[in-house]
């Protein structure tokens, strides 16, 4: 997703990926009001592609501030357990990355 308007977060694009058989692959990049990555409130429709994401590219997000947006919604463990490569660049309002919480579900890497 390149220069998206209006979209807050992947939840605001749950209606077109609601169809995808899989998301392995998310780029993010330049989309100015981007504030968070994944809002666990309104995620049930994406999360199933998002336990299967193995590569992430977030750039040039400046009012990306977290990259899950929990707002008292439990956080399921297993939401980045695929996660094989994360890439972040340019997001100078980012203020948490990964809660503990969600660190849990990580496999290290030695």
């Known amino acids: 997703m390149r220069q998206c308007i209006n979209m807050r977060s992947l939840s605001d694009v749950a209606l077109v990926l609601q169809n995808a058989t899989e998301l392995s692959y ?12 994944i809002d666990l409130v309104s995620l049930s429709s994406l999360c199933s592609h998002v336990l ?10 400046p009012k990306l501030c977290e990259l899950v947006s929990v707002e008292g919604t439990p956080m399921p463990l297993r ?16 203020r948490k990355l990964f809660p503990v919480e969600l660190l849990q579900g990580f496999q290290i890497w030695r």
């Open 79 to 94: 939401i980045f357990s695929s996660l094989k490569y994360f890439h972040i660049t340019r997001c100078s309002g980012i």
């Open 52 to 61: 299967k994401l193995q590569m992430l590219v977030l750039g040039r997000l």
């Open 26 to 37: 998310c780029s993010i990049w330049n989309c100015e009001e981007i504030e968070c990555v």
